[in-house]
């Protein structure tokens, strides 16, 4: 590719249309392909915001069931869809012979294997597939050959520790986004109303049905060998279960996946908030600097004061009695919490580049040049922080997953019996020196594993849009520690 | 004159931040959603209005919200913290904070010591040997340590300490030391009471106390741990590429000498002010901890009022703490004028 001889705008050039129909062949590959592969999920992709909405609906007192969204989730889960566990059954009994109900009559634990590792073999394909198409865009239709953001995707491309991190939290969000098709069993059949629904099984001259809540009490994990269901092992009922069971029998990797649906909840909500009020607040106070600037020194200062965990505890108590700590089992009021707390740290660390930039020579001739302070904070400001606002975005994330699970340890912050990890940490801390020992161990390495993934990947991306900075930041590593949970 | 006038602004500048915060503590919890004085009721009391209205009237509650806020504040600031109601009732709160910190010092004591002594001996040694394979051993297990919560860290310790003698093969209560009380439970500070130096002359009585407090201090000190162990290392790999380096290795002094001499002494400076950041983290921590552990200190103190609805006390308390933390910033900005010069003259 030729160096173009004079430098352009994006405006100045054609219309990204004109560009396509210029040369529509990429384009329409990838359109095509990206449709095929999005219709083969559509349904759960549908379910699952649908069910996010029907949730908050439901928590808030006044509007109670909506009955059009309650339709549209029964329509949305009619629509067939290749990677659910309706396609791929892998609940089903042995009657003497052979499996009935499972996918293709395979062993319960086969076919789930094999339905998980088509959900995540799908979703890497989706990834891959989206890359494809910002290099396609690069190299048909960008007007330029080169820009800054280049330099950034590359350095990211060839940070090994940074692509780890991405990897992990990419696994972690399929893990949130198709929780109900990768674990073997329903919330509905097996933790909420187990007595509500029944199952066969094989006693081994005939078949017998029982309900869930029966075969529960069976499948206990409580600490001796004979009263165990270990990680990758069946019940006596059957029933496959890849992370051993809780000690009320009830299954922990369905546990832990629909868990981590409400830790990631309250996680992005809390950093989205924390994060507009910091960038606002930054940019407010590195563009009028003075008293407006100190002032929000001796708030943060002020908030920071109090130790975060020991306030999340006290906002927590006083909060949950209300009925904003009734939404969604009091996951809502802990992101706002944690939004109020979490505010000043992330502050902290915009407010560095958010001075600098303040100080640049445009900034100086786009106020003599007569333009509004809200559009110079937009236009010549804020670019330059959003990639601080990634990093200490999924450095803060990890840190409030930790949080929540601490809380939720206590017995505080979310509520039973919504699933959340740290209360299956607490479930099985008697029983993590018998032969129990997964019900706590399991959940904290993923956590473990989960809030390494966010800080390498935010590593990555600091490193990547600014390779000259300190690879290990003092002050806004606390933020990615939860409060010390 | 101008390290002494910076240190003064950072005090000056401390009391606007208590005075914000202990109002805040206030609004939260006098005026928040939940009545503090049926809280202190039991579900009986709650139906009586007669009890109802003495508990507001003892609590002050039923005078103008100006009034209380004014009197609840100035009482706190000349340090008279009230009483409790639920937690150990009628005890005054001075006392038992008097009575619960030390052993919180002490954990948070000997917390810091191990991440410093644990923590940047590893991260230096991993900096001087930089992208060797005891380097990412290092840098990785630093990082997947930092990532551990706390909670979970004590609940596998513990269990596993409880239950040494067939999980490790040495039986953890008699190691060395023998502690008959088992792994959880109070260190037993009493020894020293009325006389410090204890500390020092009755080395059976600090060997058991300490051993007593390892667990606890090791998991509340991984995060800082693995921190102190990152900056340690780019600290030593920034210092290591100085030009005063350079200079004296051109000058022939032993790599032993530049390494001891120019580098660890430089690359300390970065450190001083996250040891004691790290105090957020301690304060906060110490909950989870000192709840596994059984340990009778202020973190559990603080849940307990929580999770019973001893509100008053939980506002006492977080006076407490803020006053705690502003004190430990205030030290490390002395500390870190003392040992870095240039500090004071460009901060802002």
Redesign the interface.
């Known amino acids: 590719m030729a160096t173009p001889t004079r430098t352009y705008a994006e405006s100045e050039a054609d219309a990204l249309g004109e560009r396509v129909s210029r040369n529509p062949r990429p384009a329409l590959i990838w359109v095509g392909v990206s449709a095929f592969l999005l219709l083969l999920e559509a349904g759960a992709a549908v379910e699952f915001l649908l069910n996010v909405l029907g949730d908050f609906l439901r928590a808030v007192p006044q509007v109670g069931r909506v009955q059009a969204v309650v339709n549209l989730q029964e329509a949305a889960g009619n629509v067939p869809t290749l990677l659910s566990r309706e396609t791929i059954p892998n609940r089903g009994y042995y009657n003497g012979q052979e499996y009935v109900g499972t996918f293709m009559g395979l062993a319960p634990g086969t076919a789930w294997q094999f339905r998980v590792g088509l959900i995540y073999a799908y979703s890497f394909a989706l990834l891959a597939w989206t890359w494809v198409g910002y290099d396609w865009y690069r190299t048909h239709y960008r007007v330029a050959d080169w820009t800054p953001r280049d330099d950034v995707v590359d350095r990211l491309r060839s940070h090994g520790w940074g692509l780890f991190g991405l990897a992990v939290v990419f696994m972690f969000f399929v893990l949130v986004v198709f929780a109900p098709a990768v674990s073997p069993t329903t919330v509905a059949a097996n933790l909420a109303d187990p007595y509500g629904h029944t199952m066969t099984y094989w006693t081994g001259s005939g078949t017998e049905e029982i309900t869930v809540g029966q075969a529960n009490l069976g499948a206990q994990s409580q600490g001796t060998p004979q009263e165990n269901v270990g990680p990758w092992s069946y019940d006596k009922y059957g029933r496959f279960h890849p992370f051993g069971t809780l000690p009320s029998g009830k299954d922990l990797f369905t546990f832990i996946a629909h868990g981590a649906r409400i830790s990631l909840i309250i996680g992005l909500l809390s950093v989205g908030l924390s994060a507009s009020v910091a960038l606002i607040l930054a940019l407010v106070s590195a563009y009028y600097k003075g008293a407006v600037d100190l002032s929000v020194v001796l708030i943060s200062d002020a908030v920071m004061g109090m130790p975060q965990l020991l306030l999340l505890i006290m906002l927590t108590v006083i909060l949950s009695g209300t009925w904003i700590g009734k939404i969604y089992s009091g996951a809502f009021v802990l992101a706002l919490i944690f939004a109020g707390t979490g505010w000043p740290a992330m502050w902290r660390s915009f407010r560095g580049p958010a001075l600098q930039v303040s100080e640049q020579e445009w900034v100086d001739a786009a106020k003599a040049f007569g333009q509004s302070p809200t559009a110079i904070m937009r236009k010549h400001m804020l670019p330059y922080i959003t990639g601080y606002l990634l990093v200490y975005g999924s450095m803060t994330l990890g840190g409030a997953i930790i949080a929540i699970a601490g809380l939720s340890f206590l017995g505080l912050g979310v509520n039973p019996p919504t699933p959340e990890w740290g209360r299956a940490v607490n479930a099985g801390q008697d029983y993590v020196a018998t032969s129990s020992w997964h019900i706590s161990l399991i959940p904290g390495i993923l956590i473990t594993l989960v809030v390494t993934g966010f800080n390498a990947l935010g590593d990555g991306i600091r490193d990547a849009i600014d390779p000259e900075s300190d690879s290990a930041g003092g002050e806004g590593e606390a933020g990615g520690r939860g409060g010390g949970a | 004159m101008k390290r002494l006038k910076y240190v003064l602004k950072r005090v000056l500048?401390a009391f606007?931040?208590?005075w914000?915060?202990t109002s805040?503590?206030w609004y939260?919890?006098y005026q928040?959603?939940?009545d503090p004085a049926t809280n202190l009721l039991s579900s009986q009391e709650r139906l009586t209005e007669a009890k109802v209205e003495a508990a507001r009237e003892q609590l002050g509650l039923n005078r103008p919200p100006l009034e209380h806020y004014v009197d609840w504040t100035s009482s706190l600031f000349v340090l008279d913290l009230g009483q409790t109601w639920l937690i150990y009732p009628g005890s005054n709160v001075g006392a038992l904070v008097v009575d619960f910190l030390p052993r919180t010092v002490w954990l948070g004591f000997w917390s810091v010591l191990i991440a410093v002594f644990v923590g940047i001996p590893l991260g230096f040694y991993a900096g001087v040997r930089s992208n060797t394979v005891a380097d990412y051993i290092a840098s990785i297990s630093g990082?997947?340590w930092?990532?551990?919560?706390?909670?979970?860290?004590a609940?596998?310790l513990?269990?596993?300490l409880?239950?040494s003698e067939?999980?490790l093969g040495f039986d953890w209560d008699t190691l060395l030391v023998d502690l008959p009380s088992g792994v959880t439970g109070n260190p037993g500070l009493s020894y020293m009471a009325g006389d410090p130096l204890a500390l020092f002359t009755q080395p059976g009585e600090t060997l058991a106390a300490i051993k007593k407090i390892l667990p606890a201090a090791l998991v509340?000190g991984s995060?800082s741990m693995g921190?102190e162990m990152?900056?340690g290392?780019?600290a030593v790999l920034?210092t290591k590429n100085e030009q005063y380096v350079d200079f004296a290795r051109a000058k022939g002094v032993s790599n032993r000498a530049i390494v001891w001499k120019h580098v660890f002494r430089n690359a300390l400076i970065?450190l001083v002010?996250?040891v004691t950041?790290?105090a957020?983290?301690?304060?906060?921590?110490?909950?989870?901890v000192e709840?596994?552990f059984g340990i009778n200190g202020m973190?559990k103190l603080?849940?307990d009022a929580?999770?019973q609805?001893d509100?008053p006390l939980?506002g006492s308390l977080?006076f407490v703490?803020?006053v705690l933390?502003?004190v430990i910033n205030i030290v490390q900005d002395i500390l870190y004028t003392l040992i870095d010069p240039r500090v004071g003259y460009d901060a802002n």
Not at chain 2, 146 to 153: D, G, H, T
Not at chain 2, 280 to 288: D, T
Request: net charge positive; proline share 7%; charged share 5%.
């Open positions: 500048m606007p931040v208590l914000l915060g805040m503590t939260v919890i928040g959603p939940v990082i997947v930092r990532a551990m919560p706390n909670f979970w860290l609940v596998i513990l269990s596993l409880v239950g067939s999980l509340l995060a921190n990152r900056i290392r780019t920034e970065p002010p996250i950041t790290e957020f983290l301690l304060i906060g921590g110490s909950v989870l709840s596994v973190g603080f849940f929580a999770i609805g509100l939980v977080m703490f803020i933390l502003l």
